[in-house]
Antibody
């Protein structure tokens, strides 16, 4: 069965950087686009970024453009989100999610999420 | 970017009764070349990640009970729970995946009356 396991969250000071990871299993990782979606405490879902199945296309929400970088390693069945210049408003649970197609589709499987808390 | 709105913000429905949630996009999410609406619905229960219910506006995901149905086209969409069950208490989100941005609606909380 499809499994997505995020890691790398924690408490980080404003302005610092962090790298989130997502380990995928149970499907052919290299055939599907992947997303990051975040959810601030008590708030709704905010789409963050998407990467195509082969890593050739990447798109970001305006709120993170220039600060966040999505990447993937198909040899390791892993997805990453490098986050820089963290702000208090980046505090959220970060979910990785599998795209229903090569890229740009609905999100059919989600991980349990990893919490990032930005605080001094 | 396409902005998604939902109504109502919350609703309370008696067990066995119908629940209807509306979702509106700021521009059409109907792709004319394939006549598909790039619209999905998700259910999120407390402490859990979201779960895909409906995609292409009206296609039910495998394993989703048939009391859940999606309808609409263009800019106006509806999620209907035909007979509310206790396990349906959750927040429901619509999401568009037209183009290169994937915006979610603000969510609608469904409770038991």
């Amino acid at each position: 069965q499809v499994q997505l396991v995020e890691s790398g969250g924690g408490v980080v000071q404003p302005g610092r950087s962090l790298r989130l990871s997502c380990a995928a299993s149970g499907f052919t990782f290299s055939s599907y686009g992947m997303h990051w979606v975040r959810q601030a405490p008590g708030k709704g879902l905010e789409w963050v970024a998407v990467i195509s199945y082969d890593g050739s296309d990447k798109y970001y929400a305006d709120s993170v453009k220039g600060r966040f970088t999505i990447s993937r390693d198909n040899s390791k069945n892993s997805l990453y989100l490098q986050v820089h210049s963290l702000r208090a408003e980046d505090t959220a649970v970060y979910y990785c999610a599998k795209d229903g197609a090569h890229s740009g589709s609905y999100l059919d499987y989600w991980g349990q999420g990893t919490l990032v808390t930005v605080s001094s | 970017d396409i902005v998604m709105t939902q109504s109502p913000d919350s609703l309370a429905v008696s067990l066995g009764e119908r629940a209807t949630i509306n979702c509106k996009s700021s521009q059409s999410v109907l792709y004319s070349s394939n006549n598909k609406n790039y619209l999905a619905w998700y259910q999120q229960k407390p402490g859990q990640p979201p779960k895909l219910l409906i995609y292409w506006a009206s296609t039910r995901e495998s394993g989703v009970p048939d009391r859940f149905s999606g309808s609409g086209s263009g800019t106006d969409f509806t999620l209907t729970i035909s007979s509310l069950q206790a396990e349906d208490v959750a927040v429901y989100y619509c999401q568009q995946y037209y183009g290169t941005s994937f915006t979610f609606g603000p969510g609608t909380k469904v409770d038991i009356k």
